[in-house]
């Protein structure tokens, strides 16, 4: 696998497999990106639920997506198995000139994230990335872009709609911000990453967030945090260590932290704080 998240946004097939559950460090997808879960389970949250794929399933990331995504093992301790195939931008547009392929508006109605019951044409490409798995001799640079432009055919192939899914251009323009960040406050990424989701230069948005929320971004933001991990434990009977990276805390120290200077208590003492009110 790529050493870091910006590697990791390049034309690429990537294997991965691990005997640990653990959380995805980078919660923005830059690219599209096509995962196939192999063995184990896979937890991805977007801003409004959370799904879990299971053994066989594929989805289809969009780019320019926030999403947190969680890789479990099987309980018996066999390993979590997913292959990405990574879809960067510049591949896409070489392959639209080469093809003479139309570039439309993408639709508002397009889903960010979808699950695919695959064809035969993905189900071929699928299987025939299988016996890298584990091979002591890399993929070569010839037969990755093989197998990278197969996968566009193969999704082409999928469904129609999938040419402008995967072509297609976002509309520009300043969407809801209040609303926005309502949705997407846990995505623990750069305010430069909000502005730009947002339509919105980065002064323009600390300027429309001031104006909307009356303070800043970087204080609404923990006390948004914090009152959804005050809610998640208090009413859904959730652990701290279970939820602060899902609410955008880097590590536990710092929830607690952050935690008992909101409310004046560590978060393992709420349920007794609370039963005796």
Known sequence: MAGNSNSFYIPNIVFFSGTRKEHAQDEFVQE????????????????????????????????????????????????????????????????????????????????????????APL???????????????????????????ETILALLEQEEELDSWLFGKSQEGKIDLGDFMQRNYMFNVPMTKFAELTGRSLSTFQRDFQRIFGTNAAAWLLKRRLQAAHHAITTKQQKPVDIYLDLGFEDIAHFSRTFKNEFGYNPSRLKEVTAGK
Do not use: W
């Open 32 to 119: 599209h990106v096509l995962t196939h879960v192999v063995a184990g389970e896979l937890r991805y949250s977007e801003a409004d639920k959370e799904t879990i794929a299971k053994p066989g399933d594929t989805i289809l990331f969009r780019r320019n997506l926030l999403v947190k995504c969680e890789k479990r093992p099987h309980p018996d301790g066999s390993p979590f198995k997913v292959v990405n195939f990574i879809l960067e931008r510049l591949f896409l547009e070489q392959y639209a000139v080469k093809h003479n392929v139309k570039r439309a508006v993408i639709p508002p109605a397009h889903k960010p994230v979808l699950l695919l019951q695959p064809k």
């Open 123 to 149: 189900l071929g490409l699928l299987h025939s990335v299988y016996p890298y798995f584990g091979s002591p001799k890399p993929m070569s640079k010839d037969m990755l872009y093989h197998k990278l432009n």
